[in-house]
């Protein structure tokens, strides 16, 4: 079972330690979760959502806070250690070093980090933003607030660059590709209050115990009023089983509920065969509502003719579920009134993300349930604020309108060629066509495929300029060419004036201002730093860039820009918090050239997996090709680790790999047993077996870590990477030239070593 009573422990744990007091004023504080964009707070209440129902903080949220509240790394910690020794530090021990306090620079050639002062640091980035516009960008991350991400963008877009990298690029871009293709809208199509009044949801490739806590609540409330949950899976996680929570203190938290009424289990990558199988069984029963399209839809008679043209054995071999299955997933939609079609990075992160959610599409309209009360389309986002970056033009697929309503307040022309997204910013990098980074948050060195390659591309880049409030990898790994820069910023709920956050349905919340626990810090807000730094590049016309750190008039300009946000421009007299107008669909209209849905042809994914020869290992070598999944752990946000275990899943530590049975014991191995895994950019040794109920063919080790074995395959409309289907090789004769410890002597296709 997920959840439980070890989540009441560790409420009790944290809330009687000598922080205890602390944490409780930040979980009280009227701002936004930290956590994942399912969050709550604000200003209905820490504990309040958007529909003002209690008890909706979960140990994510709790995690995050208690890591935001560690003591500020000692003044003379940079003199003491060394670069060779942060190199070898992990996520966990980077995190637990503490707050950044003061700002440092790394400069090239040098051992060690070193403070330094507000007018260097000014004078750096100003002589580091003045090169040519195509060579500066941005990389960001969605803790940061609505303010900073459109002060971010404007800053940018104004010195001439589209480079507006984001962590979204490397999860959920295929989502907001898909939904503006189909419905003229990138975000969710389902509000909590309509989620509310579905009786059936289908949740494909999401690990929601772990990382969206909250949602487990909305599911136990779904089953307890007789409703369907049908999960999409080829790991069946524990947590979506069976679930305890304590917002269900007396039916759910000791006995747990039951979440999933059918679990199935693709084969990695195959979720577009699986649903257009459900496809063929509405077809074959009569039960599409051909009414529904032919009013509704566009292009509905083409999918529906492929649907028809595609035979079944074809779709069970690709996807390796059966006819039968099939039917039973069918059945169970059929009789529901109003589905919810979910998804998380376990449909986003493939090469064929882009038509499967095209097909999950496909099979909601084909079922009449968008546009209506309790149904629709529900992308389920990882960052806190990570939908609202994009909301602000934090992308590089800028809608019309809003480039339009910038160039009015800009009084000057954009430019309209792509700017770079993540991988394009790495590869760009790599062969020396970017100057200048400013990276507001996250950890693009870890988040990125092939770890030796990422650092190798950064370290093109003359300098690099870190925003951030604890260290991590990248800022150890990510160094530049000259100049490498990690400026402290606060927290969320430290922040000297108001902010807002936007979730992943649409909610803005707006978030008080606060104060910081560090004594004698030298911090600055992100929105400060931007600002300053944008008077410095642009004046004060036609933008009063000084005025904007008072934040209301930030989101004056928001309301001003962005559509949907109009109601921002009142936040600050109003206090009332909203849900964004134009994206939730209560009925069949939709914001397209027709006002019709743009239903997609799919084309079936072709998946294959090399030979073990292809990777190098003799015939006689124990060994299996798999298709491995990365994921994140059970305590852990992103790239950051708060702890090295998953109880979840059974798994002690970072260097495991989650395999069948069956896979283990016709290999001749058994639990617990020490491999080695290779791709097709690195190798990862002395990596210990843990069985798991993940199909065959398949397995799982964690991200970040197993970055490093893969090349970027790239879904190519949204530039997301295939961490989720890595073809490689687990055998258990050791190589020569390979060490007992996993980090140690990776090699790599080019036959490197980092």
């Given at each position: 079972?997920?959840?439980?009573?070890?989540?009441?422990?560790?409420?009790?744990?944290?809330?009687?330690?000598?922080?205890?007091?602390?944490?409780?004023?930040?979980?009280?504080?009227?701002?936004?979760?930290?956590?994942?964009?399912?969050?709550?707070?604000?200003?209905?209440?820490?504990?309040?959502?958007?529909?003002?129902?209690?008890?909706?903080?979960?140990?994510?949220?709790?995690?995050?806070i208690?890591s935001?509240?560690?003591?500020?790394?000692?003044?003379?910690?940079?003199?003491?250690?060394?670069?060779?020794?942060?190199?070898?530090?992990?996520?966990?021990?980077?995190?637990?070093?503490?707050?950044?306090?003061?700002?440092?620079?790394?400069?090239?050639?040098?051992?060690?980090?070193?403070?330094i002062?507000?007018?260097?640091?000014?004078?750096i980035?100003?002589?580091?933003?003045r090169?040519?516009?195509?060579?500066?960008?941005?990389?960001?991350s969605?803790?940061?607030?609505?303010?900073?991400?459109?002060?971010?963008?404007?800053?940018?877009?104004?010195?001439?660059?589209?480079?507006?990298?984001?962590?979204?690029?490397?999860?959920?871009?295929?989502?907001?590709?898909?939904?503006?293709?189909?419905?003229?809208?990138?975000?969710?199509?389902?509000?909590?209050?309509?989620?509310?009044?579905?009786?059936?949801?289908?949740?494909?490739?999401?690990?929601?115990?772990?990382?969206?806590?909250?949602?487990?609540?909305?599911?136990?409330?779904?089953?307890?009023?007789?409703?369907?949950?049908?999960?999409?899976?080829?790991?069946?996680?524990?947590?979506?089983?069976?679930?305890?929570?304590?917002?269900?203190?007396?039916?759910?938290?000791?006995?747990?509920?039951?979440?999933?009424?059918?679990?199935?289990?693709?084969?990695?990558?195959?979720?577009?065969?699986?649903?257009?199988?459900?496809?063929?069984?509405?077809?074959?029963?009569?039960?599409?509502?051909f009414?529904?399209?032919?009013?509704?839809?566009?292009?509905?008679?083409?999918?529906?003719?492929?649907?028809?043209?595609?035979?079944?054995?074809?779709?069970?071999?690709?996807?390796g579920?059966?006819?039968?299955?099939?039917?039973?997933?069918?059945?169970?939609?059929?009789?529901?009134?109003?589905?919810?079609?979910?998804?998380?990075?376990?449909?986003t992160?493939?090469?064929?993300?882009?038509?499967?959610?095209?097909?999950?599409?496909?099979?909601?309209?084909?079922?009449?349930?968008?546009?209506?009360?309790?149904?629709?389309?529900?992308?389920?986002?990882?960052?806190?604020?990570?939908?609202?970056?994009?909301?602000?033009?934090?992308?590089?697929?800028?809608?019309?309108?809003?480039?339009?309503a910038?160039?009015?307040?800009?009084?000057?022309?954009?430019?309209?060629?792509?700017?770079?997204?993540?991988?394009?910013?790495?590869?760009?990098?790599?062969?020396?066509?970017?100057?200048?980074?400013?990276?507001?948050?996250?950890?693009?060195?870890?988040?990125?495929?092939?770890?030796?390659?990422?650092?190798?591309?950064?370290?093109?880049?003359?300098?690099?300029?870190?925003?951030?409030?604890?260290?991590?990898?990248?800022?150890?790994?990510?160094?530049?060419?000259?100049?490498?820069?990690?400026?402290?910023?606060?927290a969320?709920?430290?922040?000297?004036?108001k902010?807002?956050?936007?979730?992943?349905?649409?909610?803005?919340?707006?978030?008080?201002?606060?104060?910081?626990?560090?004594?004698?810090?030298?911090l600055?807000?992100?929105?400060?730093?931007?600002?300053?730094?944008?008077?410095?590049?642009?004046?004060?016309?036609?933008?009063?860039?000084?005025r904007?750190?008072?934040?209301?008039?930030?989101?004056?300009?928001?309301?001003?820009?962005?559509?949907?946000?109009?109601?921002?421009?009142?936040?600050?007299?109003?206090?009332?918090?909203?849900?964004?107008?134009?994206?939730?669909?209560?009925?069949?209209k939709?914001?397209?050239?027709?006002?019709?849905?743009?239903?997609?042809?799919?084309?079936?994914?072709?998946?294959?997996?090399?030979?073990?020869?292809?990777?190098?290992?003799?015939?006689?070598?124990?060994?299996?090709?798999?298709?491995?999944?990365?994921?994140?752990?059970?305590?852990?946000?992103?790239?950051?680790?708060?702890?090295?275990?998953?109880?979840?899943?059974?798994?002690?530590?970072?260097?495991?790999?989650?395999?069948?049975?069956?896979?283990?014991?016709?290999?001749?191995?058994?639990?617990?047993?020490?491999?080695?895994?290779?791709?097709?950019?690195?190798?990862?040794?002395?990596?210990?077996?843990?069985?798991?109920?993940?199909?065959?063919?398949?397995?799982?080790?964690?991200?970040?870590?197993?970055?490093?074995?893969?090349?970027?395959?790239?879904?190519p409309?949204?530039?997301?990477?295939?961490?989720?289907?890595?073809?490689?090789?687990?055998?258990?004769?050791?190589?020569?030239?390979?060490?007992?410890?996993?980090?140690?002597?990776?090699?790599?296709?080019?036959?490197?070593?980092?």
């Amino acid at each position: 079972m997920g959840g439980g009573m070890p989540l009441v422990r560790y409420w009790v744990d944290k809330m009687a330690s000598p922080k205890g007091v602390q944490i409780w004023k930040k979980l009280m504080h009227k701002s936004a979760c930290l956590s994942c964009a399912w969050g709550t707070g604000g200003q209905k209440g820490a504990f309040m959502n958007e529909l003002e129902e209690p008890l909706q903080r979960c140990v994510k949220s709790l995690e995050a806070i208690a890591s935001e509240l560690q003591p500020g790394v000692k003044p003379h910690f940079f003199e003491e250690y060394p670069l060779y020794h942060l190199q070898t530090l992990t996520s966990m021990e980077c995190d637990r070093l503490g707050r950044l306090s003061f700002p440092v620079i790394y400069r090239a050639g040098k051992s060690h980090f070193e403070p330094i002062s507000w007018d260097e640091i000014y004078q750096i980035a100003e002589t580091a933003f003045r090169q040519p516009p195509h060579r500066v960008a941005s990389y960001s991350s969605g803790r940061s607030s609505n303010e900073a991400a459109y002060l971010l963008q404007l800053m940018i877009r104004a010195l001439g660059s589209n480079n507006l990298a984001d962590c979204s690029d490397l999860c959920h871009a295929p989502s907001s590709v898909s939904l503006s293709t189909v419905f003229g809208t990138g975000t969710s199509l389902v509000s909590l209050e309509s989620l509310q009044q579905a009786d059936g949801i289908v949740l494909v490739g999401s690990n929601a115990p772990a990382n969206h806590p909250r949602l487990m609540n909305e599911l136990i409330k779904l089953n307890e009023r007789g409703g369907t949950v049908i999960v999409i899976n080829p790991l069946r996680e524990v947590g979506l089983m069976k679930f305890g929570s304590p917002a269900f203190p007396l039916s759910s938290l000791v006995q747990g509920s039951k979440i999933s009424s059918l679990f199935l289990q693709p084969i990695p990558g195959s979720d577009l065969a699986l649903f257009m199988g459900i496809q063929k069984v509405l077809l074959e029963r009569e039960w599409i509502q051909f009414d529904f399209l032919q009013s509704h839809t566009d292009n509905w008679q083409e999918v529906v003719e492929r649907v028809k043209a595609t035979d079944w054995a074809t779709l069970t071999n690709i996807c390796g579920i059966s006819k039968e299955e099939m039917e039973t997933a069918t059945e169970m939609i059929h009789q529901c009134d109003r589905v919810v079609f979910a998804w998380a990075m376990g449909v986003t992160q493939h090469t064929n993300s882009v038509d499967t959610i095209f097909s999950i599409a496909n099979t909601a309209l084909m079922t009449g349930n968008v546009g209506k009360l309790g149904a629709g389309l529900m992308p389920i986002r990882g960052h806190s604020n990570v939908q609202g970056f994009g909301s602000m033009g934090v992308t590089v697929r800028l809608k019309t309108e809003i480039r339009e309503a910038l160039e009015k307040l800009l009084e000057r022309s954009l430019k309209r060629e792509p700017g770079y997204d993540a991988r394009a910013l790495i590869e760009a990098a790599a062969v020396g066509q970017v100057d200048t980074l400013l990276c507001l948050g996250g950890n693009l060195y870890a988040a990125n495929p092939d770890l030796v390659q990422a650092k190798r591309a950064l370290s093109q880049i003359d300098t690099i300029i870190y925003l951030a409030t604890k260290p991590n990898l990248g800022h150890f790994h990510g160094l530049a060419a000259k100049n490498t820069l990690i400026i402290p910023v606060y927290a969320r709920f430290e922040n000297p004036h108001k902010t807002t956050t936007e979730s992943g349905n649409n909610f803005v919340r707006l978030n008080d201002e606060g104060r910081t626990h560090l004594k004698n810090a030298d911090l600055t807000s992100e929105v400060e730093f931007l600002t300053e730094l944008a008077h410095r590049l642009h004046g004060s016309s036609p933008v009063d860039w000084r005025r904007l750190q008072e934040t209301r008039y930030v989101r004056q300009l928001i309301a001003q820009t962005i559509p949907g946000y109009e109601k921002i421009g009142e936040i600050d007299q109003t206090q009332e918090e909203f849900t964004i107008s134009g994206r939730i669909f209560l009925e069949p209209k939709f914001p397209t050239r027709t006002g019709k849905a743009q239903m997609q042809v799919t084309p079936l994914p072709t998946l294959s997996l090399p030979t073990r020869q292809e990777f190098g290992i003799a015939h006689n070598t124990p060994s299996i090709v798999v298709a491995l999944m990365t994921g994140r752990s059970y305590s852990q946000h992103n790239t950051v680790v708060y702890k090295e275990g998953d109880r979840y899943r059974g798994v002690p530590h970072r260097y495991c790999i989650l395999m069948n049975l069956l896979d283990v014991q016709q290999r001749g191995w058994v639990e617990h047993q020490r491999v080695n895994v290779r791709g097709d950019a690195g190798q990862l040794n002395n990596i210990e077996i843990i069985i798991g109920d993940v199909r065959e063919g398949a397995a799982l080790m964690f991200y970040p870590e197993a970055n490093l074995l893969m090349k970027a395959s790239i879904e190519p409309r949204s530039g997301t990477p295939a961490y989720k289907r890595v073809p490689v090789v687990v055998f258990s004769e050791m190589s020569s030239g390979y060490s007992d410890d996993p980090l140690a002597s990776q090699e790599h296709s080019d036959g490197s070593s980092d």
